[in-house]
């Protein structure tokens, strides 16, 4: 399961498909890999084997996103800096925490 659906799914597939091996990543300057084998044989730390199709400047930025791979490791990194620095200035949270309801046949599987 995906946070941002089928669409997204396919323009990542797509962006790998193209992605040329070694291409530097735009937040930390490391090699891209499209796939794992590519990425065990160039000795690239195992958290930057994965790659995200990221948004650029970022959704908390707000306005027109572009969308760009980087490694997935570097992108969450990102995500949680803002998420962090909107914490420190008291901001809400830009994605907030849902909450299952509590159905009844929840409520009768407690103990
Ligand atoms: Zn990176």
Do not use: F, I
């Not at 992108?75 to 008291?90: C, F, L, M, S, W």
């Amino acid at each position: 399961m995906s946070r941002y659906g089928t669409a997204q799914d396919q323009a990542r597939a797509a962006a790998l498909a193209s992605l040329a091996p070694g291409t530097r990543c735009p937040r930390c300057g490391w090699p891209m890999y499209a796939t794992w084998q590519e990425a065990r044989g160039s000795r690239l730390p195992r958290k930057l084997w994965h790659l995200d199709l990221g948004h650029w400047p970022g959704l908390a930025h707000g306005g027109p996103q572009q969308l760009r791979l980087e490694h997935a490791y570097c992108n969450r990194r990102a995500g949680q800096a803002t998420a962090a620095a909107r914490r420190r200035r008291a901001l809400p949270p830009l994605r907030p925490r849902q909450r299952r309801p509590v159905t009844a046949a929840r409520r009768r599987a407690r103990w």
